[in-house]
């Protein structure tokens, strides 16, 4: 349920709890003129009758004049029953006994309560963003995607009467054509982001047209290889400075079978940069907690651990002089 829909929900509910109490009101009116127009005050001569639109009049201006704000807050609740008032950038749909009529204009419209009813439709520029995906492409290469969405509803009716949840179903549309889209295209053709942005808007604007939508732009934010695409796509690069490698080993002297057996296919040749950052100590896993073993070791003791550490070389102590009771208690009753 969209924003729209919520708001146009309690209106409704609003415009029928004031519609109801308008009613009570009208009935306790009725109800007090009835005992005010035919009771007749005690020591007073009955007057001629008057006309009884003369009388309700009487009575209704009295009343007004003695409450002066709940007759401004009956106005109010009146008001709000028979217009609908609709902001700039929404247009409104006018429903009449549940049967659509026409579309209506930013403005305040006459409206007949619980007969007609009105519900809003932005009709501005509405951004829309999908999630990260994993999707494959034609090669198989998995890349993660992220889309945006830029449309703007043209036909308030279909985009009410024709679906529920427009939002949701924009981004379905939209990550369907995302889906669709990258795995037609090889690794070649993702590098090409101003032909994707327009074929991605092209795949879209045909699934939302129906719902009286129109796409002013789509694109792609970012479409990035996960480890293993980027792994594979690696190789290419590493062949060819393998094959650099190879040739200036040749031009130096050596022959092509010694220059393929120092690169190899489990030897690699790294750079200093890669030496250094990579294969020290510091930086690996291991470096890094035979460095915490040995902080842990030459940093000083509290007074906690020091008394932990003598309590447990007790216990310790206690355990070897069981153990070498038993064991002459054992000799003694072999011998």
Known sequence: MTMSDANDRVRNKWRMRMGL??????LFLGVAFSEAAFATPPGKPVAAKESWLGTIWKFVWAWVREHEFETMLMLF?????????IETGWTGVLFKFGKVKRTLEPGVHPLIPWFWQVRKVR?????????KQKVSSLDGLVYEVDANLVYRVVDPIKALVEIDRLRGGCETALTLAVFELIGQCSRENLQKHEDLDRLLAEHVQPRLERWGVVV???GFTSIAPDSKTLKLSQLRVKTKER???AR???EKGLPATLALELLGGEKMVLSHSYLRYRQSPRRTKRGLKELSKKSAETAPKTAREKKAEKIKKKKEKKKKQALAERRALGEDEFA
């Open 21 to 26: 109490a308008f009613i009570l009101i009208l």
């Open 216 to 218: 002013e732009s789509a």
């Open 77 to 85: 609740a009146i008001g709000r029953l028979l217009a609908a008032k």
């Open 123 to 131: 009709t501005r520029t509405i951004t829309l963003d999908v999630a």
């Open 243 to 245: 094959q650099l490698v």
């Open 248 to 250: 200036e080993y040749m």
